[in-house]
């Protein structure tokens, strides 16, 4: 077995420290052996110490010049294995290496100026992974070979020619030149000895790996002087700060109008309706301005995101600042060309139906009519455009698709096709779909007088109704509409098409009572509507007058007839105590119940009211309680007059009354019971012979089976209820039954 002994000893340090209590925080630093990183740093054929600093921070002792090359690998590979080794450095270049599997890593230096790189390891115990960022130092003694007396700048611009210069700097090998104003436009740079004399030797100096004069942007400009001095390379930089110009160098992404000029701020653009976002790629002049388009910061000489355009005009504002906070804003309106839209319909087409006028995208109104028989329609509608939504009554519908089937009453039905285009423009079309009555409907669905107003407001449930005119109107006629344009319409006689007009009608001074008849298409079904029309004031004989929203009644004498029948057109009526028609209800005249009509008109025979059966006699009085003989059979009525059903108990007797009233004979199965009724009626009780067998029902009128007793004696009646004689076999033994069915 393997034993870490640093480890051990590492435990063993620590714990001694924390017995003895020694004070950690006047310790400055310690070293690699101390630490225990995992990995060993080596340059020169020496192992270096890694340090860390009171700020947990980590560096190297200092690496001689002569060093080209520095090897890192694990303190222990039992315990330690190298992930990685990286650095952001431009003076480094790192290789690894695997030999017996153990991976290590060399460092190549190029430039010998201080580096950090970032070096991973794994602890394969815990397989814990950690990242320590060392900083490697070169001893400074070594530097002086590098040496030089200042760095001489040459700057010019606008303003003429500056001659500037830096002392070298033996703390560091960053220079900085600050306060150049925008007008200085470039710079040369050399270095030189303590005598004056410039040294190229082994220098190299670079602006964005260019020699020369150098341009300069506003804000930071980074120039690399790079010494080589026997082979070996130290690199010193220099950052000459310009004071900026809020300008754009290249704008690209998108065509504008006029040719992009970092002069011109205003500028148009046109895409076409399929690009629906662009991306604009800013430079600016000087590398140190901030640029923002739209309020979102782009690097300079990247592509901004993605900016969406709705159709239209759409503004883009560019906005340059540098770093002093000068500011200039370039302006783009780029417009998308709007996409090709309409609120209309290219057609429209109706199942079963033919729409009229023939469609014309601009008209809006249309009518159809589908025969009785057409319960439902389906319609398609097609936009002039894809682009377009469709609604019919609320619902969408796919361009060129078709609805759901739209279920159609008798009559009107109005439809509501809403095209709605891209920007939200509305256009609605409506559809009357008309479907024809039934061929037996005889109701108006229109009528008005040219002269005067009907009253009440027509209904085509109403059936009576009053105009009133002037004395000076002397004629008039009636127009009306039948709701099954089939239908054909007699006024007094005279026989119309629907949806006409009737001729005139001379109007006497009083009520002129006007008959409209209506046939159905059948030609057999009718129904009567009437009007009083009223010249001036009322003078009646034998006639309806409408007062109001009722109707009275003028006798022979043109006296109005109050709290009395009214035999009219073989129809009775009654009058009540005001004067006015009873309608639409019981009434209760000398002690008898009538019921009366919608229209006033007495009801006769049977009669159903509120799920009950009334019987109203020839002279219209409600049958009261007892027995009715109607049409040669037997019914009941209750005291109110209702019919009876069920077993009703009748002076003593019971009965059974069917569901619709009739009164039962004979045999009736009645609640898992059978029962016989009598040919009056009546609920039989003990022994019945029907001509060929008895049976015998007990006092509840139930007929009896299996053995009974009665009045002493054991009798056997089978399943059927028949009484059983002679010898029977039941349940393993034999009976004897005499000729009376007596058990002997």
Same mark, same amino acid.
């Given at each position: ?26 310790? /400055? ?84 100026? +201080? ?67 925008? %007008? ?87 895409? !076409? ?72 319909? #290219? ?9 009229? !006028? ?6 809006? +109104? ?28 609320? /619902? ?39 479907? $024809? ?32 005119? %002037? ?5 008039? #006629? ?11 319409? #007699? ?44 010249? %001036? ?11 109001? +929203? ?32 009873? $309608? ?107 001509? /060929? ?52």
């Amino acid at each position: 077995m393997k034993v870490n002994f640093k480890r051990i000893i590492s435990q063993l340090l620590v714990l001694t420290v924390m017995i003895t209590g020694i004070q950690l925080g006047n310790i /400055k630093s310690a070293n690699a052996a101390e630490l225990n990183l995992g990995f060993n740093v080596e340059a020169g054929g020496a192992i270096l110490d890694i340090n860390k600093s009171s700020t947990n921070s980590y560096y190297t002792d200092e690496i001689d010049m002569s060093a080209s090359t520095i090897n890192i690998k694990s303190s222990d590979t039992s315990y330690y294995k190298l992930e990685g080794v990286t650095s952001s450095s431009s003076g480094v270049k790192i290789a690894s290496s695997i030999s017996n599997g153990v991976t290590s890593y060399k460092i190549a230096i190029t430039k010998y100026n +201080d580096f950090n790189a970032t070096i991973k390891v794994k602890d394969l115990g815990t397989q814990e992974v950690k990242s320590y960022n060392v900083n490697f130092k070169f001893k400074e003694e070594n530097a002086d070979k590098f040496k030089f007396d200042k760095i001489m700048i040459v700057a010019s611009g606008s303003g003429g020619t500056m001659n500037l210069d830096l002392d070298y700097n033996t703390g560091g090998d960053d220079y900085y030149l600050s306060g150049l104003g925008d %007008d200085v436009s470039t710079a040369k740079v050399s270095i030189v000895d303590q005598n004056g004399k410039s040294i190229t030797s082994g220098v190299r100096i670079t602006k964005d790996g260019k020699t020369g004069t150098f341009k300069l942007s506003g804000g930071d400009n980074e120039i690399l002087i790079s010494r080589t001095v026997n082979g070996r390379t130290k690199v010193f930089k220099l950052v000459i700060s310009k004071k900026g110009t809020p300008k754009l160098k290249y704008l690209t992404g998108v065509t504008l109008s006029p040719r992009f000029d970092s002069e011109v701020t205003e500028y148009t653009a046109k895409v !076409p309706t399929k690009t629906e976002k662009i991306t604009l790629k800013p430079t600016a002049v000087d590398n140190s301005s901030t640029i923002r388009i739209n309020g979102v910061i782009v690097k300079s000489g990247s592509n901004s995101q993605p900016i969406s355009l709705k159709e239209g005009k759409n503004d883009i504002a560019i906005k340059v600042t540098t770093q002093d906070g000068e500011v200039e804003v370039y302006n783009i309106e780029v417009t998308r060309t709007e996409a090709p839209r309409s609120s209309y319909l #290219k057609s429209l087409k109706i199942k079963s139906a033919t729409i009229s !006028p023939s469609f014309n995208k601009q008209t809006f +109104d249309y009518t159809a009519t589908v025969e009785n028989k057409v319960t439902a329609v389906t319609i398609t509608p097609t936009a002039e455009y894809s682009t377009s939504t469709i609604r019919v009554n609320g /619902k969408k519908v796919v361009s060129g698709g078709t609805t759901g089937y739209i279920s159609l009453d008798e009559g009107a039905n109005e439809v509501e096709i809403k095209v709605t285009d891209a920007k939200g423009d509305t256009s609605t079309y409506n559809i009357v779909i008309t479907r $024809r009555y039934s061929k037996d409907n005889v109701k108006l669905s229109t009528l008005k007088s040219t002269e005067g107003k009907l009253s009440p407001k027509f209904d085509s449930e109403t059936y009576l109704y009053t105009v009133k005119v %002037d004395r000076a109107v002397r004629r008039t #006629k009636l127009v009306f509409t039948a709701q099954n344009d089939k239908a054909k319409v #007699k006024i007094d006689g005279r026989e119309y098409a629907s949806s006409q007009e009737s001729d005139y009608i001379d109007l006497k001074i009083g009520a002129n009572l006007v008959n409209i008849e209506v046939t159905a298409e059948d030609k057999k079904t009718t129904t009567l509507y009437r009007v009083s029309i009223i010249r %001036d004031k009322i003078q009646a004989v034998n006639e309806w007058v409408l007062s109001g +929203d009722d109707w009275t009644f003028y006798d022979a004498l043109g006296v109005q007839v109050k709290n009395k029948w009214v035999k009219y057109d073989k129809q009775w009526y009654f009058v009540n105590v005001s004067g006015y028609m009873e $309608r639409d209800g019981w009434i209760n005249e000398s002690g008898k119940w009538y019921y009366l009509n919608a229209d006033g008109t007495m009801k006769t025979g049977w009669f159903k009211n509120n799920g009950y059966w009334y019987y109203l006699q020839a002279d219209g009085a409600m049958q009261n309680s007892g027995w009715s003989y109607y049409d040669k059979t037997w019914y009941m009525f209750g005291p109110n007059g209702m019919l009876e059903t069920g077993w009703k108990l009748y002076k003593g007797n019971w009965y059974f009354l069917l569901d619709n009233g009739t009164m039962r004979r004979g045999w009736q199965y009645y609640d898992l019971n059978w029962y016989y009724l009598n040919d009056d009626g009546t609920m039989r009780k003990g022994w019945l012979y029907d001509g /060929k067998y008895y049976y015998y029902l007990d006092k509840s009128g139930v007929m009896k089976t299996g053995w009974q007793r009665i009045n002493g004696k054991d009798y056997y009646f089978d399943s059927a209820g028949k009484m059983k004689t002679g010898f029977i076999f039941l349940d393993g033994k034999w009976y004897n039954l005499g000729q009376d069915g007596a058990l002997s």
